[in-house]
Structure formats: C-alpha cells, structure tokens
T-cell receptor, first 122, second 113 residues
Framework: AQKVTQAQTEISVVEKEDVTLDCVYE???????LFWYKQPPSGELVFLIR??????QNEISGRYSWNFQKSTSSFNFTITASQVVDSAVYFC???????????????????FGQGTILTVHP | DVKVTQSSRYLVKRTGEKVFLECVQD?????MFWYRQDPGLGLRLIYF???????EKGDIPEGYSVSREKKERFSLILESASTNQTSMYLC????????????FGQGTRLTVV
C-alpha cells in the first residue's frame, strides 16, 4: 500500500528565510507520480507540481524548487526568500497505478500526507 | 477554468440525520474523489469513482456511501450522521490516467451536533 509521510507538522519562519518541507513516500510500484498541493486559508487545494518516477531532475519555478531523490524516497519542497503569502498548509501526495479489476483500466488514486502548516511572519 | 463545486460551504446537522454532500465538476473528468480532512491526519480518502455508477472504497469508508449517476456529479451520503463525522469534506476530480492532477472543490465544513 502507498503511504506519504510529512514529518513536519508545523513550521514557523520569518519573511525572507528559506524553508524546506519534507516528504517521504512508500510504494511498491515502479511507475508513480508525486505532487505538491498548497491549501491557503480559503480552503481550496491548489496544484503546485507533479513529478513522475522516471524523472529525477530537480525543478525550479521562481522561488519554489523541488528535490526528488528516488534512492531515499523523498520529494522535498523548498521555498526561497519566503513571503507572508506563502503561509498555508502544504500537502505532498502520491499517485500510483490502481486497477479495480484484472485487465481493466488503471487509474490514479491520490494518497496524501498529513500536511505541513507553514506560517511566515512579517 | 476547471471548476469543482461543492453544494455547501458550511453545514450543521443533527446526530442521526441522513446527510447528502454534493459535488459537481465541469471538466468531463472520469475520476471523482471524496476526502475528509482532519488536523494532523491530512486528507483521507473516503470513496472514489472512476466512472458512472462505479465506486471503490477508500481508506475510511465506514459510515459513508456514495452515488454517481451522472459523470459530472458525485454525492457523498452519511447514512446516520454522528459527531465523529464532524470534519472538512473535500471533493476532487481528475482525468482517469494516473499522474494527472486532481482539481478540488472549496470544501464543506460539516458539524454534527
């Protein structure tokens, strides 16, 4: 069974600090996808990034960067020069192949971690 | 814009009531999901559906049922609401293929008194 662990329950930083959110996953599949979602105070989860298991290249998008290491089953998320608007709950998620019946269509079932509450103080 | 709409933002129900939470998506997604969010526990999957009339139990299906009569609509039913079902409920949808991102509704905060 798949499992996602976000060991950091809450993180508090001061604006402009860098912060890394940890994510460790377990799966038996060789093909899977990893995601990060952001949940601002408004409540709606917002997709940030997807990474497939065959692509271990790190990715940078503005102040956000992601480090995927298959050897340690980790997919960590770093925010550089944090801002107050980054305050939110961040979720890591795993999607692997699920086949409800033998020979049938597989589809992605998303399993989430516990979430990390990030608070950025001015 | 992709839209996943949940019928209520806040709901207060009495213990023992039958409760319906409705979710509609406009992206022609095959997959639809119901999650429950509780502090420290993250999002836990209650039920999902990969096609009309098809459903699969998630990790915590006890006390819940679902209905998917039309592709765009996925309903979560609490047969007899209990106080331990007080929670935030999130609906999501995605294309069938593994690896496609899910789109979420705004959530329904249900309080059972």
């Amino acid at each position: 069974a798949q499992k996602v662990t976000q060991a950091q329950t809450e993180i508090s930083v001061v604006e402009k600090e860098d912060v890394t959110l940890d994510c460790v996953y377990e799966t038996r599949d060789t093909t899977y996808y990893l995601f990060w979602y952001k949940q601002p105070p408004s409540g709606e989860l917002v997709f940030l990034i997807r990474r497939n298991s065959f692509d271990e290249q790190n990715e940078i998008s503005g102040r956000y960067s992601w480090n995927f290491q298959k050897s340690t089953s980790s997919f960590n998320f770093t925010i550089t020069a944090s801002q107050v608007v980054d305050s939110a709950v961040y979720f890591c998620a795993l999607s692997d192949l699920y086949m409800p019946n033998a020979g049938g269509t597989s589809y992605g079932k998303l399993t989430f971690g516990q979430g990390t509450i990030l608070t950025v103080h001015p | 814009d992709v839209k996943v709409t949940q019928s209520s933002r806040y709901l207060v129900k009495r213990t023992g009531e039958k409760v319906f939470l409705e979710c509609v998506q406009d992206m022609d997604h095959e997959n639809m999901f119901w999650y429950r969010q509780d502090p420290g526990l993250g999002l836990r999957l209650i039920y999902f559906s990969y096609d009309v009339k098809m459903k699969e139990k998630g990790d915590i299906p006890e006390g819940y049922s679902v209905s998917r009569e039309k592709k765009e609509r996925f309903s979560l039913i609490l047969e007899s609401a209990s106080t331990n079902q007080t929670s935030m409920y999130l609906c999501a949808s995605s294309y069938r293929l593994s690896g496609t991102e899910a789109f979420f509704g705004q959530g329904t905060r249900l309080t059972v008194v």
